[in-house]
């Protein structure tokens, strides 16, 4: 298969297979990145809250318990609260509480703790209601229903009859292994749970990272099918006397009541479709036992009795909010129900996710070592943006969650398996090139020629190219310091070489050779460089401020060993033109190198820059690419040894800092009239521009030129040039 695909594709369809199991298989970490991105989606566009509020929650708060005394309340301040609730027109009122004890304020439990009531008051406390009875008489007068938490023990039922329970129905498979059971359940005391309308689990499951998205409507307690909470109040409104379960083979998939049907996950879990924490939506328990509150805010509308105080311990995190009571929860799974904005992620999604991954990837396995990095590029970020824009709209318009971070990374890590194995099939090739000529050519060489193999030839390419020399200057007065110490001459040598050569290596430049203390480089070559005389320019300016840098722990280092300090100074030269580059040498050894009149004329400029007094020459055309960024002037016109023709030449002072520099915009004034005034036989006129100029000048470390103007013209007052002179200057040495 391997030979027939290729290594790459091969190892791709594997990966894309263990990939699709592992989807399947559905891990702790696929999950909460799924997870994690439907969180973003209700941050992003969270539920707009129904402005009519079919939802409200009485508060047992903090207020309320300073007021009323601490939870739990004698069952006779609940029953005043239902009373009250009922009176106001709420159509349900249910229960985020559990009543699972006796009422210890009940008059016959205070009868029989306090020990000093004679015996009629004893007896009369006796005969007196509970408040137990008084609470399910006034549950029996309203439409209740209360909450039931599921535990992980058993607990007996205290009553002889069985307690009440609302009848659920299935159609399809026995969905009892997909649905969320716990062996026991903690129930209200049996007078409640006789006169409540409905009975319904408040238990929330938080996720595995403790965030609650997803609620059960139907747990299995006790080995029988029990409904939640708000799946019970949505019983009682629709007027049904059971609930009708509907699975198939992978799980249940809606439960169903009379005219009503809720899709759910295979687990019979619902996602909670949230709005941000809504504090109109809140009463004050304190009020409502009070009567001080507004009959039109619970009439006809569902009314939840929970607590948001944080000691009750029933405060939740959700994708909105990091503290949200769970009775708020409970009244937005109901809103969002009630108004039809419900999310919802059916056994299908998992389906489309894997076929859109199969199908995604086996797109990338296919084209992806025919097209270029460009289309391939533009491919992937149209799958990318296409899959998280029909995520996205599915949820925005239909409330479906559909996973598109798991196509997209098991896409993503398929292409990089592509081209992980064809980043390792060229790399094993240019091993073979590398480990074949490494021992013979230059690394730079070697690199050009592991990239490309075909370059493996003598010849070359006309380019245009800006080259350098540089050299030491009196470096034979120091090599003659070192005639007993050769060693201490090498390592002095590598010690100026490295920090030159990294200045030019860190603008692009390449090494053409050393020649003892000199170096010769190149630019735009072997690969293109649109700024090369910008990069050269720089370099040559790096490589002054390094050799500084070297001569300062020189002259230290010489001063503590008491010896005398001899400064390394270079000069450097720069000319652009046509050259040839390319392999030269012979059929069983050559190198790459640079050959032409422009290398020429590099050399001999470099060779001038101790004559001028300047640090850096540039030939003409160098200097008229880079004369508006970089500090340069003219420092004359000159015929070198070897050519015919004049060559304009020029001085880099410094970068475009330098240029700005009121020294440098003197200097340039004064320097131009100079030149100027000396060309048209002015002496006068270019002394005084001269004698304007020398001040800067020395700042900048020129006022060696100007010596060297100031001999020329006392000798041409004494011996004047003839009429053909045209301010050329004729260099006797290279």
Do not use: C, N
């Given at each position: 298969m391997a030979r027939r695909f290729g290594f790459g594709r091969t190892l791709s369809i594997a990966?894309?297979?263990?990939l699709i199991a592992i989807r399947i298989w559905d891990p702790a970490p696929v999950e909460a990145v799924r997870l994690r991105t439907f969180d973003a989606f209700q941050a992003l566009k969270p539920r707009e809250p129904h402005p009519a509020k079919p939802v409200m929650i009485v508060d047992i708060d903090e207020a309320s318990m300073r007021e009323l005394g601490q939870w739990p309340w004698a069952r006779t301040i609940v029953a005043d609260m239902v009373k009250n609730l009922t009176a106001a027109g709420a159509v349900v009122v249910a229960f985020d509480i559990v009543f699972?004890?006796?009422?210890r304020l009940s008059p016959a439990s205070i009868a029989s703790a306090l020990s000093q009531l004679d015996d009629t008051t004893r007896q009369t406390l006796r005969e007196l209601p509970t408040n137990d009875d008084i609470l399910a008489d006034a549950m029996r007068r309203s439409r209740v229903i209360l909450g039931q938490t599921a535990l992980s023990v058993a607990v007996p039922w205290p009553d002889p009859e069985p307690p009440p329970q609302t009848g659920i129905g299935k159609l399809g498979p026995d969905p009892a292994s997909f649905l969320p059971s716990f062996p026991g359940v903690l129930r209200n005391v049996p007078a409640l749970e006789k006169a409540a309308i409905g009975r319904g689990l408040f238990t929330i499951l938080p996720e595995r990272d403790g965030i609650v998205r997803r609620v059960p409507m139907i747990v299995r307690v006790e080995g029988a099918e029990v409904p939640t909470l708000s799946l019970e109040i949505l019983r009682v409104l629709t007027g049904?006397?059971?609930i009708l379960l509907r699975s198939d083979e992978a799980g249940v998939q809606a439960v169903r009541l009379p005219g009503f049907?809720?899709?759910?996950?295979?687990?019979?879990?619902?996602w909670v479709h949230f709005t941000p924490h809504d504090s109109s939506r809140f009463l004050s328990a304190k009020d409502v036992v009070a009567g001080r509150f507004p009959p039109e805010q619970v009439a006809n509308k569902i009314v939840l009795v929970g607590t948001s105080a944080i000691g009750l311990l029933d405060n939740k995190t959700t994708p909105l909010e990091r503290s949200m009571p769970g009775v708020e929860i409970?009244?937005?799974?109901?809103?969002?129900?009630?108004t039809g904005q419900v999310l919802s992620a059916p056994g299908y999604a998992t389906a489309i996710e894997l076929l859109v991954t199969v199908a995604v990837a086996a797109a990338i396995i296919i084209f992806a070592p025919i097209l270029g990095a460009v289309p391939l590029l533009l491919f992937g970020a149209a799958v990318a943006?296409?899959?998280?824009?029909?995520?996205?709209?599915?949820?925005?318009?239909?409330?479906?969650?559909?996973?598109?971070?798991?196509?997209?990374?098991?896409s993503f890590l398929v292409y990089l398996t592509l081209v992980f194995t064809n980043y390792f099939r060229e790399q094993v090739d240019r091993s073979r090139i590398r480990s074949a000529f490494g021992q013979y050519l230059s690394p730079a060489l070697v690199e050009q020629l592991a990239q490309n193999p075909e370059k493996l030839k003598l010849g070359g390419e006309q380019r245009v190219m800006t080259i350098m020399?540089?050299?030491?200057?009196?470096?034979t007065t120091i090599s003659e310091s070192y005639k007993h110490d050769p060693q201490g001459l090498t390592a002095l040598m590598n010690r100026f070489l490295t920090p030159l050569t990294n200045a030019i290596l860190d603008r692009n430049g390449t090494i053409d050779k050393y020649m003892g203390d000199a170096i010769m480089a190149f630019w735009n070559a072997p690969l293109d460089d649109p700024r090369q005389e910008e990069n050269a320019c720089l370099a040559a300016l790096d490589m002054l401020r390094r050799l500084k840098a070297v001569n300062a722990e020189r002259e230290r280092e010489a001063a503590e060993a008491g010896q005398a300090f001899i400064p390394l100074d270079v000069g450097v030269g720069l000319n652009t033109g046509t050259c040839v580059v390319g392999n030269m040498g012979s059929n069983l050894r050559f190198d790459y190198s640079v050959l032409g009149d422009t290398v020429n004329l590099a050399s001999r400029l470099e060779g001038q820059s101790k004559f001028y007094g300047v640090k850096i020459v540039l030939g003409s055309s160098t200097a008229a690419k880079v004369r508006d960024s970089f500090?340069?002037?003219?420092?004359?016109?000159?015929?070198?040894?070897?050519?015919?023709?004049?060559?304009?030449?020029?001085?880099?002072?410094?970068d475009g800092a330098v240029r700005t520099s009121p020294d440098f915009e003197s200097l340039a004034e004064n320097h131009a009239r100079m030149i100027a005034r000396y060309r048209e036989r002015d002496w006068d006129g270019a002394e005084r521009a001269m004698e304007a100029a020398r001040e800067p000048a020395g700042r900048l470390g020129l006022s060696g030129l100007y010596d060297l103007y100031e001999e020329r013209i006392t000798a041409f007052r004494s011996d004047p040039p003839g009429p053909e002179w045209k301010g050329i200057y004729v260099a006797l040495s290279k």
């Open positions: 990966l894309l297979a263990l699972a004890e006796h009422d049904g006397d059971s049907e809720m899709q759910t996950d295979p687990h019979g879990l619902v409970h009244a937005q799974i109901l809103e969002s129900i009630l943006g296409s899959l998280g824009a029909a995520s996205w709209y599915r949820y925005s318009h239909s409330g479906l969650l559909i996973d598109a971070t798991f196509p997209l990374a098991a020399f540089s050299d030491v200057r009196g470096f500090a340069v002037i003219e420092i004359d016109l000159i015929r070198v040894k070897g050519k015919t023709e004049p060559e304009q030449i020029f001085a880099l002072v410094g």
